[in-house]
């Protein structure tokens, strides 16, 4: 099993935006739901958002609804998260991470079996 690879990471400035992507490969991308968790500094791992293995269905953190989008393509096997409006607390690393097969949306990490390695992303003010 291979895990999944995100990307996109960096340092931006507060109100700017960032894409970060999420590569898998070695299982049916398409059939699995998605979902994105972040770890700030000093803090527990924090749901961020997530999407049904079709993509019809979303959900996410109270802190991040209105301001990020998840996204997938099934073709490119990618998992994308955009990122608008951002602000210094949004600074974490960020992971996506491998849900159920068929599933639809779930904050639990314990419904989450492979993850990334995280992409560091940092919002200055």
């Known amino acids: 099993q291979v895990q999944p690879v995100e990307s996109g990471g960096g340092l931006v400035q507060a109100g700017g935006s960032l894409r970060l992507s999420c590569a898998t490969s070695?299982?049916?991308?398409?059939?699995?739901?998605m979902g994105w968790f972040r770890q700030g500094p000093g803090k527990e791992r924090e749901f961020v958002a997530a999407?049904?293995?079709?993509?019809?269905?979303?959900k996410y953190g109270d802190s991040v609804k209105g301001r990020f989008t998840i996204s997938r393509d099934n073709v490119k096997n990618t998992l994308y998260l955009q990122m608008n409006t951002l602000k210094p607390e949004d600074t974490a690393v960020y992971y996506c991470?491998?849900?159920?097969?068929?599933?639809?949306?779930?904050?639990?990490?314990?419904?989450?079996?492979?993850w990334g390695q995280g992409t560091q992303v940092t919002v200055s003010s």
């Open positions: 991470a491998q849900g159920l097969k068929y599933g639809l949306t779930s904050e639990s990490m314990t419904d989450y079996n492979y």
């Open positions: 999407i049904s293995w079709r993509g019809t269905s979303t």
């Open positions: 070695g299982r049916p991308f398409s059939t699995y739901a």
